[in-house]
């Protein structure tokens, strides 16, 4: 399996090594107001990676470590999972990019999730569940053309197909594109 590549930008599958960088992220109040919370400790953090690395390794979810390929310094997580009706769709979320991010690390890590799903994976489509209070995610979607699917009192739910994305990488092609040294 290729682990995504991009202009400033690599993705590599989560170790039970980074339970602590994980909790970190997780527990920090600047990164989790919009994200599912988190009880316990960084010992919980890995147990449950133990747990995830045999869903992994039987293809049910890949969780991601994004990282600078420059210097290998971490700077977030990114995961897809809730895969659906075999290749159908997938989902995408645990998305946290941490301050130390240039301007681009938010769109170019989910642009290399986007594409390991369709690409690697061979996905029909994406789904997300974003909370409503999120607004700087609901945006990113509406401007990406993922199709608003529903709403509830607490979420905005959107799905991408691989055309919208093909249309919508597009116009960032070079963030796809891995500098070769």
């Known amino acids: 399996m290729k682990m995504p590549k991009g202009k400033t930008l690599s993705l590599r599958l989560a170790e039970v090594?980074?339970?602590?960088?994980i909790y970190r992220l997780r527990v920090d109040p600047s990164y989790n107001q919009h994200l599912s919370v988190?009880?316990?400790?960084?010992?919980?953090?890995?147990?449950?990676?133990?747990?995830?690395?045999e869903r992994e390794s039987r293809g049910e979810?890949?969780?991601?470590?994004?990282?600078?390929?420059s210097d290998q310094f971490p700077?977030?997580?990114?995961?897809?999972?809730?895969?659906v009706g075999g290749r159908k769709s997938f989902g995408i979320g645990s998305w946290i990019v941490a301050d130390q991010k240039s301007r681009f690390s938010a769109l170019e890590s989910v642009l290399l999730a986007y594409?390991?799903?369709?690409?690697?994976?061979?996905?029909?489509?994406?789904?997300m569940d974003v909370r409503k209070d999120?607004?700087?995610?609901?945006?990113?979607?509406?401007?990406?053309?993922?199709?608003?699917?529903r709403e509830d009192d607490v979420n905005v739910y959107f799905?991408?197909?691989?055309?919208?994305?093909?249309?919508?990488?597009?116009r960032?092609?070079?963030?796809?594109?891995?500098?070769?040294?």
């Open 115 to 127: 594409d390991f799903g369709f690409s690697e994976l061979g996905f029909e489509a994406c789904h």
């Open 172 to 181: 960032f092609r070079p963030l796809l594109t891995p500098v070769v040294a």
């Open 75 to 83: 700077l977030g997580t990114i995961r897809l999972y809730d895969f």
């Open 17 to 21: 090594g980074d339970a602590e960088f």
């Open 61 to 69: 979810e890949y969780y991601f470590i994004i990282f600078r390929t």
């Open 38 to 53: 988190v009880d316990g400790t960084s010992d919980d953090q890995r147990e449950w990676l133990r747990k995830y690395k």
């Open 134 to 149: 999120n607004e700087k995610v609901v945006s990113f979607h509406r401007k990406s053309g993922a199709l608003l699917c």
């Open 159 to 170: 799905t991408m197909t691989r055309e919208i994305f093909d249309n919508f990488s597009n």
